[in-house]
């Protein structure tokens, strides 16, 4: 069974760049959901997709915005970048309540420097 | 509002020793709770979970019980080992529609020394 994969590793991107950051869900799971880590915290909720439709959205600006694909892998898309959007980005799919379940399991993570 | 708490680190210890880590939580309902294991560079790895009250969750020598009265998860294992340092995230899941958003503490460092 294949995990939770993530791409790139790092980026580096300069204030104002448009980035995009890219999720494969595990085996068998329809929900993917994103969080902010910054240096030393919490991860925080950025927002979660379920087959396809955006389901819930934490406290964050719509510069940030995503996609999920009919294979349930995801996007994360952040416009206009600000030096306070470095971060660590997780990814982490489950199965919703589809499975009965709702045990998140994550990436291991994009490094987003913004310079 | 809901929200998890725990107990500031760094936490050092000597290797075999006993190790307590404090998370208290504030939620309406009854949401499921879980630990997280942050080794350095590496994304969230699931430890432990419970699903309701005096459940407990185990998982490579690591225990916690679900206290309702208390609001309390708090992390335990009795012989720390130096592969055990990383940080540590206690977590709440706010269950809507069909899925359910974590909470997360700050997480709680742990450092175990030979």
């Known amino acids: ?115 | 509002g809901n929200s998890v708490t725990q107990m500031e680190g760094p936490v050092t210890l000597s290797e075999e020793a006993f190790l307590t880590i404090n998370c208290t939580y504030t939620a309406t309902g009854y949401p499921s709770l879980f630990w997280y294991v942050q080794y350095p560079g590496e994304g969230l790895q699931l430890l432990l979970k419970a699903t309701k009250a005096d459940d407990k969750g185990s998982n490579k020598g690591f225990e916690a019980t679900y206290r309702k009265e208390t609001t309390s998860f708090h992390l335990e294992k009795g012989s720390v080992q130096v592969s055990d340092s990383a940080v540590y995230f206690c977590a709440l899941s706010k269950i809507y529609n069909q899925g359910g958003k974590l909470i997360f503490g700050q997480g709680t460092e742990l450092s175990v020394k030979p």
Not at chain 1, 54 to 67: H, I, T, V, Y
Not at chain 1, 70 to 90: F, G, I, K, R, T
Request: charged share 15%.
């Open chain 1, 1 to 115: 069974e294949t995990g939770v994969t993530q791409s790139p590793t790092h980026l580096i991107k300069t204030r104002g760049q448009q980035v995009t950051l890219r999720c494969s869900s595990q085996s068998g799971h329809n929900t993917v959901s994103w969080y902010q880590q910054a240096l030393g915290q919490g991860p925080q909720f950025i927002f979660q997709y379920y087959r396809e439709e955006e389901n819930g959205r934490g406290n964050f600006p719509p510069r940030f915005s995503g996609l999920q694909f009919p294979n349930y892998s995801s996007e994360l898309n952040v416009n206009a970048l600000e030096l306070d959007d470095s971060a660590l980005y997780l990814c982490a799919s489950s199965r919703g309540l589809d499975g009965g379940m709702d045990t998140q399991y994550f990436g291991p993570g994009t490094r987003l420097t913004v310079l």
